[in-house]
């Protein structure tokens, strides 16, 4: 062989035998990729492994703690997972026990779960259906089911279903529609008139005592606007108006006159309310109507009457001014003319004929002094003058200062008097009759008057307690009539505790006393503050 050939031998040699190492080292490193990708694929698969037992433990216990029941059953009703929930719901004793779900069903309700069972086959699912069940525990229940299709490979093989027990929303609901129909019965037939309108005035319901109280039916007013249709014309801007403040969420009551499909014209007392939609807006309003025209016939009567009194209490105290002046007119006279005859015969008349003439005297003072007396208690209530604030400490502080008082008899402030609303003077009367009426009356070496007054709510209580001679129980209600007095003489005519007990009347107060004879008597009046 010659050299050229035995080179070219070698080289093709040494080609082969670098080819050969280069490989095996793409094979080593295509080795190393594999066990390091077998690695990584090992890992995955373990942290996929993972991942699936820890989402197949949390939906477990999702089955598990969900609030309603979850139920699983076979096509033939059989049950095949249930969670805790169900349990209960269904009376069961674990949720391992063997039971069919169509048994428990209400057998008059079974057909028509029997069609809803095949529509769900055909739809694959169904929803808002309510079925009525007899648990285990023998409890009839009515549940709501949400139910679909479980497939395998496109094929059912079983049924999944969310069941709630509606038992109680459905007796609530029917607790709801039983309490508004009553109130829908009860608004019906009230004797006020109940109408409701929307934002633009139409009317949208009415009940029979609106259409009782209007004359129209429910067709003549249901759409219509009310305001162009129930009030008269002169009414018409006072309804838009009180319209337009309950669009704006204002509530009052008001009077309105309006007109019956008759033409009739009554009065109404509404009372007009917003009316609100779920989410607080006003969609209209609602007005309750009385009818008040027997009331305002009444009322306008009452005027009539007031006004006629008014006028008969103006003639009778010109008639009492008049009666008085005509009375002391001729008492006067004769006081005149006996005057004279005890100048004209004096010395000449025996001593029996003077005691009866100066009795004579003494009558005719007494007969004064009663006309006078008669003259005011009919003043008292009449010509009223307004009610101001009057500070009883003062006048009658300065009251005492004036009234004669023997120095025998003390009076006593045992607290400060308030300020009432009244009319001075005739409160002035008051203090004044029932602290002469006092000092009259004490027959002690020494005399006491205290003057106490007490705080209670809406009135003030006055007392005037003195140590005189008292009255027998059987007295206490007679001396506040007229003409009625325990002590005979010219100064006590039986009107003044009548004058006092009117007056007090008037500030909307009351008189009583407590009194025990030779221990001394309390008169106790109230005045409205």
């Known amino acids: 062989m010659s050299q050229d050939k035995i080179d070219m031998l070698q080289r093709a040699l040494a080609r082969e035998k670098l080819a050969r190492k280069q490989a095996e080292k793409i094979l080593e490193n295509k080795a190393a990729e594999l066990y390091e990708a077998k690695q990584a694929l090992e890992k995955s698969y373990a942290e996929l492994e993972t991942l699936l037992n820890k989402t197949d433990s949390q939906l477990q216990g999702v089955f598990e703690n969900i609030v309603d029941a979850y139920v699983i059953i076979d096509l033939q009703g059989n049950i095949l997972k249930v969670n805790d929930a169900a349990v209960s719901l269904l009376g069961l004793s674990d949720s391992k026990e063997d039971f069919n779900l169509l048994e428990m069903v209400k057998p008059n309700e079974m057909e028509r779960v029997a069609q809803s069972f095949k529509m769900l086959l055909n739809t694959g699912s169904i929803t808002d259906f309510s079925v009525t069940v007899i648990t285990n525990k023998n409890i009839e229940k009515l549940v709501h089911i949400n139910a679909s299709i ?58 029979q005592s609106l259409l009782n109280m209007t004359g129209y039916t429910e067709e003549e007013l249901v759409g219509k606007h009310g305001v ?7 009414d018409r801007d006072l309804l838009e108006e009180k319209i337009n403040e ?35 807006n006003i969609t209209g309003s609602i007005g309750i109507n009385f009818d008040i025209t027997e009331l305002k016939n009444l009322q306008l009567q009452k005027e009539n009457l007031l006004e006629k009194l008014a006028k008969s209490n103006d003639d009778l105290q010109e008639y009492a001014h008049i ?11 004769i006081n005149a003319l006996v005057t004279w005859v005890k100048q004209d015969n004096e010395g000449k008349l025996d001593p029996v004929t003077m005691q009866n003439l100066n009795l004579v005297d003494v009558t005719l003072e007494k007969m004064e002094q009663l006309i006078t007396d008669v003259l005011n208690y009919s003043s008292v209530g009449t010509n009223e003058n307004e009610k101001v604030d009057v500070d009883l400490d003062v006048v009658i502080t300065e009251l005492v200062k004036i009234m ?27 203090f004044q009759n029932l602290i002469s009426n006092s000092i009259k009356f004490i027959d002690k070496d020494f005399g006491t008057i205290d003057i106490d007054v007490e705080d209670l709510k809406s009135h003030y209580k006055f007392s005037i307690k003195d140590n005189g001679i008292g009255i027998e129980k059987k007295y206490h209600d007679k001396i506040f009539k007229i003409f009625h007095s325990l002590k005979k003489s010219k100064e006590s005519s039986g009107i003044g505790l009548s004058i006092v007990k009117k007056i007090i009347g008037l500030h909307e107060g009351k008189i009583w006393l407590d009194s025990e004879p030779n221990l001394g008597t309390t008169f106790y009046f109230t005045l409205k503050k």
Not at 416 to 422: A, E, I, M, S, Y
């Open 246 to 280: 309950r669009r704006r969420g204002k509530t009052e009551s008001y009077e309105l006159r309006i007109k019956k499909k008759d033409g009739e014209v009554r009065y109404w007392l509404v009372s007009g309310a917003p009316n609100y939609d779920l989410d607080g």
């Open 404 to 430: 004669y008082k023997p120095d025998r008899i003390k009076i006593s402030f045992l607290n400060t008097l308030p300020v009432v609303k009244g009319d001075k003077t005739k409160l002035q009367q008051v």
């Open 150 to 207: 479980i497939y395998d490979d496109g094929i059912p093989v079983a049924a999944q279903g969310i069941v709630r027990d509606i038992t109680l929303q459905r007796k609530y609901r029917k607790g709801l529609e039983t309490e508004k129909l009553k109130y829908y019965n009860i608004i019906s037939n009230m004797n006020l008139g109940l109408v409701e309108v929307d934002l633009d005035d139409r009317i949208i319901m009415v009940n």
């Open 323 to 333: 009666v008085s002046h005509d009375l002391k007119s001729p008492l006067r006279s």
């Open 228 to 234: 162009n249709l129930l009030p008269i014309d002169d």
